[in-house]
């Protein structure tokens, strides 16, 4: 498809297999307008989304998450009016026609797995929805493999929103390590979590996960406490690849800054932050994951904090804080599999203690589990 355009008119589509434009003034024209507005394109803050991220598009006019030739005529049908004016300049013109085309068959989002993206600009948010159930082979965690875990994942049919234009903070509202639940959520659908299981033990370092670094709680919802495998994967720079987004809107990539570098060891301007991120030109900020397969010293694995404002409506209805510190005996001390997660007030993590012992050829768990509240078997 080609654009003429004139001053004094909204564009006309042509046919591309027809004569392209009438006469040596439109292409004056159209080569004017051209050098004038990449100058304002490149200055110009999007209005929509943020294109670091890779989360939403400027031009998608309608919603649908991709952009197509509705789009286009949107634009056309709103020419010279306040509508679908996206540079704040109060008209809908030039500016939309460039950046409509410029994102011409974009797919505003990374998203795979099935999982559904809905966008809300006005709100702001990409509206992700889902089962939580990974791509890959989940398990086995029946104590078969590598991982003794009597939980199974089940379909969580999710909703998260997510910010499409992140804004920093040093003070988020919500302190992401005393998060119990979901504080992200993957390209896949699966949710990330924060450092810790329950009862507030480094879950990366100390309970069982299976070949792609993921488990299920007690409740079904299989999950990312630190960079799954399949995050290994970089691009043709070096750079890791996107593995998802905290609820905070910033992405998240894997491990490596450049090839066979781990961004954690990075050092100067170029260092992780205390939440685990960094910023470039191309990504903006970001933060970095790793696994405990990767670097035993990788803490906090995937965030220590959010460093933009999270969308709070994801917190709501569920979750909360783990219970302090969690239970002398086995929970501080037994090494998977099995592992006692002994968690006060929630006894549906005692079927996880799967092994009791009296103290003489291991540490005493009926006394963990009495200080728990339950008796011993």
């Not at 003429?4 to 042509?14: F, M, N």
């Not at 609820?247 to 894997?254: A, L, N, V």
């Amino acid at each position: 498809m080609v654009w003429c355009v004139q001053c004094d008119e909204r564009p006309r589509a042509h046919d591309i297999n027809s004569e392209s434009c009438s006469g040596s003034k439109d292409e004056m024209q159209m080569n004017k307008w051209l050098l004038t507005t990449s100058v304002v394109l490149t200055s110009t803050t999007i209005a929509l989304a943020d294109s670091t991220t890779r989360l939403g598009c400027d031009s998608d006019i309608n919603g649908d998450v991709v952009v197509d030739v509705s789009d286009v005529l949107d634009i056309v049908s709103a020419w010279n009016t306040p509508s679908h004016d996206t540079n704040g300049d109060g008209n809908c013109g030039v500016y939309e026609i460039l950046q409509v085309l410029d994102e011409f068959g974009r797919t505003c989002h990374p998203f795979v797995n099935d999982v559904q993206v809905a966008m809300d600009y006005d709100a702001g948010v990409a509206i992700i929805t889902g089962t939580g159930l990974a791509d890959h082979v989940m398990g086995p965690f029946d104590g078969s493999g590598t991982c003794d875990n009597p939980n199974t994942p089940t379909d969580q049919d999710f909703e998260w929103r997510i910010p499409l234009k992140p804004v920093r903070t040093s003070n988020p509202g919500v302190d992401l390590l005393n998060r119990f639940g979901a504080v992200g959520v993957c390209i896949n659908g699966v949710s990330t979590y924060n450092p810790y299981d329950g009862g507030g033990v480094d879950a990366p370092s100390t309970i069982c996960m299976d070949d792609y670094n993921g488990h299920p709680s007690p409740d079904g919802s299989y999950h990312y406490h630190q960079a799954s495998d399949w995050a290994y994967d970089t691009d043709s720079s070096g750079h890791s690849i996107l593995m998802g987004y905290q609820f905070d809107g910033f992405p998240i990539y894997g491990p490596y800054e450049t090839s066979g570098v781990f961004a954690k060891n990075l050092t100067g301007d170029e260092a992780l932050d205390a939440c685990n991120g960094h910023e470039d030109p191309i990504r903006g900020y970001h933060y970095h994951a790793i696994s405990y397969e990767l670097d035993a010293g990788g803490f906090p694995w995937i965030s220590g904090c959010y460093a933009g404002v999270p969308e709070e409506s994801n917190f709501q209805g569920g979750g909360g804080p783990p219970p302090p510190g969690g239970c002398s005996g086995c929970a501080s001390v037994m090494a998977p599999p099995p592992v006692c997660f002994c968690l006060e007030g929630q006894p549906e993590y005692a079927s996880c203690c799967t092994v009791w012992t009296d103290g003489a050829n291991g540490p005493d768990c009926c006394e963990g589990a009495a200080a728990c509240g339950w008796s011993c078997p």
